[in-house]
């Protein structure tokens, strides 16, 4: 009889364990979510990573390079414009990247019931995953990449920034040609809202971008990634790809949140910049820039790496002090400033560098609701492609430079490729020379000593002032 009632206790305890595990769990908390959730997380933290602003002293990669290329100066700590600064990539990995990874692995362990759809869904994660690994090799140059993303390996190797960018350009290629305009993709995403034609046109310029980086460097891939683009990049502003925020946090614009929310009063136009739109009496000042109080009309940039008072200066546009004011991974001026470039270097067939660069100059003025004034602003001798002074790269560089404003990455990479703006370190400035490369983040020296050290030789040396593979001028 006892032997009974130990087996029922026995039956007992594990039946109420059973029912104390299953209430044991937190229903509010998701342990498996849609791979759309994934996607747009990673979508959202690359425009945060892009569109934020820091002094400088830490900082993910991206959002201290509008003050390296001086479109913005910190007028209250000093150490972003002085190159006195500790990068970090985690959140480039851990936010975007794993979350992209995350997002493939969910749909082929689920596909949806169209394989198309499938389809679709994994190329638009690739052109994401492209997009982002480009700006970080653009920006350190040999980096963790095919052992990046496993959980197991505390200690990645880093690959060759040469061989990462054929690659990417390779994946890149082969995720346009697998979309089908035919079918859809995400029910929604942030980016193009679930349209394939839009990912096809993006992934085209990202395409024709990246071939023209790395055109001085290895004309055969470069050539043969912008003529592979050329038939499908963006044909007008309608196809900029660009990320709408909401008027309530967590999904507001990264730039609001730093300048409003934080009430930051460190940030103001940088003299170089403001002095350039100034002599061009560049209509978009009234955009990028709030005149100095107290005055009518008056646009002053700060020269970059001192602290200076803030209200003597211009400060950021109010555009920018708007929680809905959409963040730029490319726009259609970029595209056409690309199409002046493949025109005076005579590849793939386009011609008429005057009217693309031209067509840029107007996206621009477009975008920011001015097309009105673009023909005035055209007409000054120092804007007109024929009489503007001059190589084509210093025509194409200083326009370019204006147009994008707000894209500190960009503005910074272009500066790098094509030599324009020339620029001056601040007298203060921890280097002699604007910075060229982001350095390693500094706890790699620590957890990944042996990876670092072989990268750091690979590249040339871990410093400010190593030229990258592809910036060969």
Not at 35 to 55: C, H, P, Q, R, W
Not at 70 to 93: A, M
Not at 233 to 255: G, I, K, Y
């Amino acid at each position: 009889m006892k032997n009974y009632i130990v087996i029922f206790l026995i039956a007992l305890f594990f039946s109420c364990s059973g029912d104390l595990e299953d209430m044991n769990v937190d229903v509010k908390n998701a342990t498996e979510a849609p791979a759309e959730n994934f996607f747009n997380n990673a979508v959202k933290n690359m425009s945060d990573l892009l569109s934020g602003i820091t002094y400088g002293a830490n900082g993910n990669p991206f959002n201290t390079t509008r003050l390296l290329v001086q479109q913005i100066s910190s007028v209250t700590y000093n150490e972003g414009t002085t190159y006195y600064s500790n990068f970090t990539w985690d959140n480039v990995y851990l936010g975007v990247l794993i979350n992209l990874d995350q997002s493939a692995q969910v749909i082929e362990a689920t596909p949806p019931t169209n394989a198309t759809v499938a389809a679709n869904q994994l190329a638009i994660i690739e052109i994401m995953t492209v997009f982002t690994y480009a700006k970080l090799v653009e920006s350190f140059g040999d980096i963790p990449y095919s052992q990046a993303l496993d959980y197991d390996n505390i200690s990645p190797a880093y690959d060759a920034d040469e061989v990462i960018y054929e690659d990417l350009i390779s994946r890149l290629t082969a995720a346009i040609n697998a979309l089908d305009e035919g079918q859809g993709s995400w029910s929604q995403d942030i980016l193009y809202n679930g349209d394939v034609t839009g990912w096809k046109k993006f992934g085209s310029s990202l395409l024709f971008q990246m071939g023209m980086r790395v055109i001085d460097a290895d004309a055969t891939l470069g050539t043969q990634a912008i003529t592979a683009a050329l038939p499908n990049v963006f044909s007008s502003n309608a196809d900029v790809a660009e990320v709408e925020h909401l008027e309530s946090q967590p999904n507001t614009a990264e730039l609001w949140t730093d300048l409003a929310v934080g009430n930051r009063r460190d940030f103001v136009g940088c003299a170089p910049f403001v002095d350039y739109m100034n002599a061009l009496e560049d209509p978009r000042r009234a955009v990028f820039f709030q005149e100095v109080d107290g005055t009518d009309g008056v646009y002053l940039g700060s020269p970059s790496g001192l602290a200076v008072t803030y209200f003597d200066y211009s400060r950021f546009g109010t555009l920018f002090y708007q929680p809905t004011t959409p963040v730029i991974f490319m726009d259609y001026s970029t595209v056409e400033f690309l199409l002046a470039e493949a025109a005076e270097r005579s590849i793939g067939g386009v011609t008429d560098a005057a009217g693309h660069y031209t067509e840029a100059i107007r996206a621009s003025f477009d975008y920011y609701g001015l097309a009105d004034s673009a023909d005035a602003y055209l007409a000054h001798p120092d804007v007109d492609y024929a009489t503007a002074p001059g190589t084509w790269e210093e025509k194409i560089g200083m326009q370019k430079w204006v147009a994008l404003f707000n894209q500190g990455l960009e503005a910074w990479t272009e500066y790098r490729r094509l030599d324009y703006p020339v620029l001056e370190a601040p007298p203060l400035s921890f280097i002699p020379t604007v910075p060229v490369r982001l350095t390693y983040p500094i706890s790699e020296q620590t957890l990944n000593q042996a990876n670092y050290d072989s990268a750091a030789s690979s590249v040339g040396g871990d410093l400010m002032t190593t030229k990258l593979f592809w910036d060969v001028n």
